[in-house]
């Protein structure tokens, strides 16, 4: 990999400032774009930077838009966007607010998160323990045919 040229003596300091944004999906910006502009459109351009927001508020609305792409809805019905483009923007909102102190921290009291998440590793790990072999999952392709159950076989 080149990461600069003899030719150009700018790429060996251009290469270590700041501005990262190529490596971030351009698609991606822009998809999560568009639901930040039906949030302006809806509430005002950048009305919680003035207002702010409650943690738990963009919090369910992310994994709301998650659990459906989750669960096979990749579109939102209500504006027709991605569930995962929306989630980002929600995200996107969250993650503004606590950078400039304007977000209501209504979370739960803590949890021992990595001392929680350390015991059901170990669970995890005897269930490896005592089922070694996995069964295959089941996955959205391997919808039955109900006309093949009738026909007393499957596709």
Same mark, same amino acid.
């Given at each position: 990999?080149?990461?600069?040229? /003899?030719?150009?003596?700018?790429? +060996?300091? *251009?290469?270590?400032?700041? *501005?990262?944004?190529?490596?971030?999906?351009?698609?991606?910006?822009?998809?999560?774009s568009?639901?930040?502009?039906?949030? +302006?459109?809806?509430?005002?351009?950048?009305?919680?930077?003035?207002?702010?927001?409650?943690?738990?508020?963009?919090?369910?609305?992310?994994?709301?838009?998650?659990?459906? #792409?989750? /669960?096979?809805?990749?579109? $939102?019905?209500?504006?027709?966007?991605?569930?995962?483009?929306?989630?980002? +923007?929600?995200?996107?909102?969250?993650?503004?607010a =606590?950078?400039?102190?304007?977000?209501?921290?209504?979370?739960?009291?803590?949890? $021992? #998160? =990595?001392?929680?998440v350390?015991?059901?590793?170990?669970?995890?790990?005897?269930?490896?323990?005592?089922?070694?072999?996995?069964? +295959?999952?089941?996955?959205? *392709?391997?919808?039955?045919?109900?006309?093949?159950?009738?026909?007393?076989h499957?596709?």
């Amino acid at each position: 990999m080149v990461l600069s040229k /003899e030719t150009n003596p700018k790429d +060996a300091v *251009g290469i270590k400032k700041f *501005g990262m944004l190529s490596c971030v999906s351009a698609p991606v910006i822009m998809e999560m774009s568009v639901g930040m502009f039906e949030g +302006a459109r809806k509430y005002g351009r950048h009305n919680y930077r003035v207002s702010g927001v409650r943690a738990s508020v963009y919090y369910d609305a992310a994994m709301r838009h998650l659990m459906a #792409w989750y /669960e096979g809805e990749d579109t $939102d019905p209500d504006s027709g966007m991605h569930h995962v483009g929306k989630a980002l +923007a929600c995200l996107s909102v969250l993650r503004d607010a =606590q950078i400039r102190e304007m977000v209501l921290d209504d979370r739960p009291p803590k949890t $021992d #998160w =990595q001392s929680f998440v350390a015991g059901l590793q170990s669970q995890v790990d005897s269930i490896f323990e005592r089922i070694p072999e996995a069964k +295959a999952p089941f996955v959205e *392709g391997d919808q039955v045919d109900p006309n093949a159950i009738e026909r007393g076989h499957n596709r």
